[in-house]
């Protein structure tokens, strides 16, 4: 079976829109986990008390054509308490959006 190709991939977390207000008097600090194949995995800085954060944080990861891209957004505040803090996720397969055996940008 041949090995699949790998490229990198600069992945830029750039923002969120009214995300879910788990409390009522208080506003989350949002932050991003970003997790590619369930492997390599960056985060981004939390900001203080917004439903709308703008991180614009560029990364690097290592994606081959099969790859999943996963973005879960977590309150930094309750992230340390099990099953607490999860803001929202989206995954993207990178297949979908970009032809990693020819380095290709958009399908």
């Known amino acids: ?11 830029t977390v750039l923002a ?3 995300l879910y ?12 986990v970003l997790t590619v194949d369930g492997a390599q995995t960056q985060t981004t800085k939390a900001l203080k008390r ?3 954060p703008y991180w614009n944080e560029t990364f690097e990861v290592r994606v081959k ?3 999943v891209i996963t973005a879960q ?3 930094q505040r309750k992230f340390k308490k099990r099953g607490q803090g999860f803001l929202g996720v989206i ?3 990178v297949s979908q959006h970009m032809n990693v055996e020819t380095g290709g940008e958009g399908k």
């Open 21 to 32: 207000k788990r409390e009522l008097f208080r506003l989350p600090d949002p932050f991003v």
């Open 16 to 18: 969120a829109d009214n």
């Open 1 to 11: 079976m041949p090995e699949e190709t790998t490229r990198v991939l600069k992945a």
């Open 65 to 67: 054509p099969t790859s």
């Open 73 to 75: 957004v977590f309150d």
């Open 91 to 93: 995954n993207v397969q």
């Open 50 to 52: 917004t439903l709308s």
